[in-house]
C-alpha cells in the first residue's frame, strides 16, 4: 500500500463512519504512524508502506471509525510545543488550555522567583504544569485524585530538559497539602453538568474520563468545593487561574466573592468571545 492508497482508504472508512473531520484524522494517524508531517504525505504520495506500517494503519483507523479519539489511538498529542503522552486515564489537552497557560505567564512571568511555589489540583497528563515548569522559575507541585492519571503526569515530567523538579501526590484537591501554602494555583476542575454529559460527542462521552468531566448539577459543584478552601493554602496576594465553560463565569465570580470574599476576580474569553478562564487575586 502507498501513502496515496492509504489516504484514499482511510478518508472514505472515516467519511463512511460519520467520523468528524475524517481528513485531518487521516492525516493525524498517518503522519504519526510514519513520524513525518502532513507537508510529506503530500510530496510523497509513493512512498510505499511496509507490511506492518499497513496493518497498523488500518488497525488504527478501524479504531477511530468507531470514534475513539486520533491521540488515544497514537498515544501523544503536541501541546505547546511539547509531545505529552495520554491515555484513556486522562483528558486530551485542548487549546482552551493552551490559552489558560498564555495569560498565566504573560501576567506573571516576571514575578515569578526560584522560591515562588506553584500548584496545580487535578493535573491529569500534567500538561499545565510541565508546560509552566519548563518556561519560569519557580517550584512545582501538582495532585490527582487518580493513581493511574498521576503515572501519565509523572512520565510526561521526564520532557523537562531544565531539570525542575515537581512534587506529585494523589488526593482530592487540597487533601494533599493539608497545611502547605502557594503563591499560585492552577486548575482545570471538571465543569460539565452532569445533564449535558450524555449530549457530549462520542469522542468525549465514550471515551474521555468521566471523572474529569462531570462537573455536577450545574457543573461547578468541585469547583465550589474548592474555592471553599482555596483561600486557606493561598498566600497573601496569591492567584488562582482556572479554566470554566463557556457561559459559566458569572456563577463563578459569585462562589468566587462568597468564599474569597478578600479577593477580586476577573474573566478571561476565549477567541470565541466565550468565558474560558477565571483569575483571582487575594488581596
Known amino acids: 500500500m502507498f501513502v496515496k492508497d492509504a489516504i484514499v482508504w482511510s478518508n472514505k472508512a472515516l467519511i463512511t463512519s460519520r467520523v468528524d473531520s475524517p481528513h485531518n484524522s487521516t492525516n493525524l494517524l498517518l503522519s504519526e504512524l510514519l513520524g513525518v508531517d502532513k507537508a510529506y504525505l503530500i510530496a510523497h504520495p509513493e512512498k510505499e508502506l511496509s507490511k506492518s506500517e499497513e496493518l497498523k494503519f488500518k488497525s488504527w483507523v478501524i479504531r477511530r471509525t468507531k470514534f475513539e479519539p486520533v491521540w488515544y489511538i497514537s498515544g501523544k498529542i503536541d501541546f505547546m510545543g511539547y509531545p505529552f503522552s495520554v491515555n484513556r486515564e486522562v483528558l486530551i489537552p485542548r487549546p482552551e488550555t493552551e490559552l489558560l497557560i498564555e495569560k498565566f505567564i504573560s501576567d506573571n512571568a516576571k514575578d515569578i522567583l526560584p522560591d515562588s511555589r506553584l500548584l496545580e489540583i487535578g493535573t491529569g497528563s500534567g500538561a499545565i504544569i510541565i508546560s509552566l515548569a519548563a518556561r519560569l ?11 493511574k492519571s498521576l503515572q501519565v503526569a509523572q512520565n510526561n515530567a521526564g520532557l523537562l530538559e531544565n531539570r525542575t523538579k515537581i512534587l506529585f501526590k494523589k488526593g482530592n484537591l487540597f487533601e494533599p497539602w493539608e497545611k502547605e501554602k502557594f503563591d499560585y494555583i492552577l486548575v482545570n476542575l471538571p465543569y460539565i453538568p452532569h445533564a449535558q454529559m450524555s449530549k457530549l460527542p462520542l469522542d468525549i462521552f465514550n471515551f474521555e474520563p468521566k471523572i474529569a468531566l462531570d462537573g455536577g448539577e450545574d457543573g461547578l459543584e468541585i469547583y465550589e468545593n474548592f474555592l471553599i478552601k482555596a483561600s486557606n493554602h493561598l498566600n497573601n496576594k496569591g492567584k488562582i487561574y482556572g479554566e470554566i465553560g463557556h457561559q ?9 466573592n462568597q468564599y474569597l470574599p478578600d479577593s477580586k476576580t476577573a474573566i478571561i474569553k476565549d477567541y470565541g468571545e466565550y468565558d474560558r478562564i477565571f483569575i483571582i487575586q487575594k488581596n
Open 137 to 147: 522559575k519557580g517550584q512545582y507541585f501538582a495532585s490527582d485524585i487518580s493513581e
Open 248 to 256: 459559566q463565569g458569572v456563577k463563578i465570580v459569585k462562589l468566587a
